[in-house]
C-alpha cells in the first residue's frame, strides 16, 4: 500500500483537531452506524474542556490505494516540543490557517519548525464560513511568513486548498459557494504534493522514536516511524541509548494505526509508523536498530524547560480531610509515571523533604499535570512558578519570550502600561481600522499572573499569544511579583456573616460565610501593600439589651473565585496554593501568625 506521512500544524483554535474529525469521517473509516464524538482525537477530559490538544497524537486514513498517517499536534507553545520532534516522523504537513484571524505568532512558530526540517506545507485556509473571513488575504499573509522566514524558491508556489472543517465542506477556490460537502480536495491535494517516504524495506532496521506512550503491563511504549528495514514481534533488536550505551531486548508488542484504533500487527515496514513495547525504560531521540547493524540516528532535540515550582505534600491543617492520595511517596510515583510519557518534564527530589522541583515548559504544561493529579484524587500544595535561571558568559540569564497583543485600540494605551513594570520591551506595533497588534520582547517571569489582567485590561476582546525567545542578562529582580497585600487569616474555624462584614472595608475577599479557614489562609485582598491579619471567624457578642437601632441586612459583596491558573498567577513567592480534589486554598508559606511577623520584619 502506498504510504503518506503528514503533520498537521496551526496556531492555537484554528482547527486542527476538528480537521482529523472530518478528514476521518469523510474518508470511510468509521462505518455508518458507529457514533463518534466531536474532536475525536482530544481523548482526555481536560482536552476535552478547554478545546485544546496537549498531546500530539496519531492516526491513520486509507483512502483510494492510499494510507496515510496524520499526526495531531498541539498548538501552544508550552507543548512546542511534541511539534518539533515530530516532523522528523512525517513527509508533509497541512499548515491550517484560519481565514478570519491569519497568521498567528504560532503559526509562525510551527511553520518555522517545518521549514528547519525542509518540509514543504500544505496550506489549507479553515473557517472560510466565518463572518468577516478573508481566505486570500489569508493565503497571501502565509505567503509574506515563508518569505520572511527564509524559505526556499520552491516553497513558495505552495497548494492552497479552503475548506470548513467543522461543517466537512473543502474546494481549491476561496469562493464560498464553490464549498462541497467533501473533503477529497484535501486528501487529492496529500497525495499529489507530499511524497511517499524514501525506503530500503531491505536495508538494516532503523527506528526512532518521537513519542512515548506509558501502559502499566508493558512500561513505556516508544511511538516513531521506521526509517529502514523492517521489525516483527519477538524479534532481537538494540537499543542504543542517548548516552552511547547499547541494550538488547525483545519486541513484545508491535502497533499500527488505523482510524481511532491501535492495532496489533506481526511485521511492519519501513515509512510506517508503530509503537513498539519490550524496554520498560525506552526515550526519544534513542535508535532502535538490527543487533548486527548498530548505527544510531541524529539525536533528536528536546526543548528544555524554562519553568519550575515546587510540588509538596500538603501541611495545612486540613490536610487528609480531602484527598486520596496525600503521601510522599504516592506524589513521587505520580510525578515520576508523568516523567514517562512527558520529556519536557523534569522531577528532582529536594533533599531531606518531602517536596520536589518540578521543571516544566510553561506555566500551562505544569498546571494541566496539577489538574490531573487534583482529579485522580491527590491532595498537594504548590509553589509560585518561577523561571529556570542559567550562567552564561559569567552573568546570570532568564528565559525571554516573544509576546504579540492583539486588541481593540481603545485598550492598548492600559495594556501598554501594564507591560511596562513587567520589563516588557515594544519591538512593533501595526494599527488597523479597529485593532492594535503590538509585539514585546518579555522575561518569562513578567508573563506570569499577566493573561487574568489583560482578560481584565480588554474586557476579553484582545488576543494574547507568546513563544520562548532566547536566554538573556536578568532583569529587575522583582519583575512579577503582585503589587498588593493580602488579607490573612488569624483563626481556624467557619467563617461568619459578621466578620467578613466588619474586614470588607479592608479589601476584596475571596471566602464567603460558612467557608472553613485556618490561621495563614489567605481569604482576600488588601486595598494597600501590605498583609493585614484579620479574625474571619469572629462572632457578635449576644447580650440580652435589644438594640436601640433598628435591625438591618448588610449585603455583602460577591466573593473572586480562583481557578488554579489564576490562583497560581496570583500567589507570591511567600505563598502557595493548597490544591485538593474539592478545593483550591490560597496559604502563607509560614502558617503562624506571630512567626510569619518575625519572618517579615527580618527580611525587611
Excluded at 506512550?213 to 516511524?225: C, H, P, S, W
Aim: proline share 4%; glycine share 8%.
Amino acid at each position: 500500500m502506498n504510504i503518506r506521512n503528514i503533520a498537521i500544524i496551526a496556531h492555537v483554535d484554528h482547527g486542527k483537531t476538528t480537521l482529523v474529525d472530518s478528514l476521518l469521517k469523510k474518508s470511510g473509516t468509521f462505518r455508518d452506524n458507529e457514533e463518534v464524538a466531536n474532536r475525536v482525537m482530544d481523548s482526555n477530559d481536560i482536552e476535552r474542556e478547554r478545546g485544546i490538544t496537549i498531546l500530539a497524537k496519531n492516526t491513520a486514513i486509507n483512502y483510494k490505494d492510499y494510507r496515510i498517517n496524520i499526526l495531531d499536534t498541539p498548538g501552544h507553545a508550552d507543548f512546542g516540543g511534541e511539534v518539533e520532534r515530530i516532523m522528523n516522523m512525517v513527509d508533509g504537513v497541512l499548515l491550517l490557517v484560519d481565514a478570519y484571524e491569519g497568521t498567528m505568532p504560532q503559526t509562525r512558530f510551527v511553520l518555522k519548525k517545518a521549514l528547519e526540517a525542509h518540509i514543504k506545507p500544505i496550506v489549507i485556509i479553515n473557517k472560510v464560513d466565518r463572518p468577516h473571513a478573508d481566505p486570500a488575504k489569508a493565503a497571501d499573509e502565509v505567503l509574506e511568513l515563508l518569505i520572511e522566514l527564509g524559505a526556499p524558491d520552491e516553497f513558495l508556489d505552495f497548494p492552497v486548498v479552503y475548506c470548513s472543517a467543522l461543517k466537512g465542506t473543502s474546494s481549491y477556490s476561496d469562493d464560498l459557494s464553490t464549498q462541497k460537502e467533501t473533503m477529497d480536495p484535501i486528501f487529492d491535494t496529500i497525495i499529489k504534493y507530499i511524497p511517499a517516504p524514501e525506503v530500503d524495506v531491505d536495508a538494516p532496521l532503523q527506528l526512532q522514536p518521537a513519542l512515548l506512550d506509558y501502559n502499566d503491563y508493558v512500561g513505556k511504549i516508544g511511538i516513531g516511524r521506521i526509517k529502514k528495514g523492517k521489525v516483527s514481534v519477538n524479534e532481537m533488536v538494540t537499543c542504543m541509548r542517548l548516552d552511547g550505551s547499547t541494550k538488547q531486548f525483545r519486541i513484545q508488542k508491535l502497533f499500527g494505526f488505523l482510524g481511532l484504533k491501535r492495532i496489533e500487527v506481526e511485521t511492519a515496514y519501513a515509512g510506517d509508523i508503530v509503537a513498539i513495547a519490550g524496554l520498560p525504560d525506552i526515550n526519544v531521540g534513542e535508535t532502535i536498530c538490527d543487533n548486527s547493524h548498530l548505527e544510531a540516528l541524529p539525536i533528536l532535540h528536546i526543548d528544555e524547560p524554562t519553568l519550575e515550582m515546587t510540588f509538596a505534600t500538603n501541611t495545612s491543617p486540613f490536610a487528609g480531610k480531602e484527598g486520596k492520595f496525600v503521601t510522599a511517596r504516592k506524589i513521587e510515583e505520580r510525578l515520576f509515571k508523568a516523567m514517562n510519557t512527558d520529556v519536557s518534564l523534569k522531577v528532582k527530589r529536594i533533599e531531606n523533604s518531602e517536596s520536589w522541583t518540578v521543571c516544566g515548559r510553561g506555566e500551562l504544561h505544569l498546571s494541566i499535570l496539577i489538574e490531573n493529579m487534583r482529579r485522580e484524587g491527590f491532595e498537594l500544595q504548590v509553589s509560585k512558578p518561577k523561571p529556570i535561571l542559567k550562567e552564561i558568559d559569567g552573568k546570570i540569564c532568564e528565559p525571554f519570550e516573544d509576546l504579540i497583543i492583539d486588541c481593540p485600540d481603545e485598550y492598548v494605551g492600559g495594556v501598554m502600561e501594564a507591560l511596562g513594570p513587567r520589563g516588557a520591551e515594544v519591538v512593533n506595533m501595526e494599527t488597523g481600522e479597529l485593532n492594535s497588534k503590538v509585539t514585546y520582547v518579555i522575561p518569562s517571569r513578567g508573563l506570569i499572573g499577566f493573561s487574568t489582567d489583560f482578560m481584565t485590561l480588554t474586557k476579553g476582546y484582545g488576543i494574547m499569544s507568546h513563544t520562548y525567545k532566547e536566554y538573556r542578562p536578568m532583569k529587575n529582580a522583582d519583575v512579577g511579583e503582585r503589587s498588593l497585600g493580602v488579607l490573612v487569616a488569624t483563626d481556624t474555624g467557619l467563617s461568619t456573616h459578621y466578620a467578613i462584614e466588619q474586614i470588607e472595608s479592608r479589601g476584596q475577599l475571596f471566602i464567603e460565610p460558612g467557608k472553613e479557614v485556618y490561621e495563614g489562609m489567605i481569604v482576600g485582598e488588601c486595598s494597600g501593600d501590605i498583609d493585614i491579619a484579620v479574625n474571619a471567624v469572629k462572632t457578635k457578642n449576644l447580650t440580652n439589651m435589644r438594640s436601640a437601632s433598628k435591625d438591618h441586612t448588610v449585603v455583602l459583596k460577591r466573593p473572586r473565585q480562583f481557578s488554579l491558573e489564576t490562583a497560581l498567577d496570583y500567589i507570591n513567592s511567600d505563598e502557595l496554593v493548597e490544591v485538593t480534589p474539592l478545593d483550591f486554598r490560597l496559604r502563607k508559606m509560614i502558617l503562624n501568625t506571630e512567626e510569619r511577623k518575625k519572618f517579615d520584619s527580618r527580611k525587611k
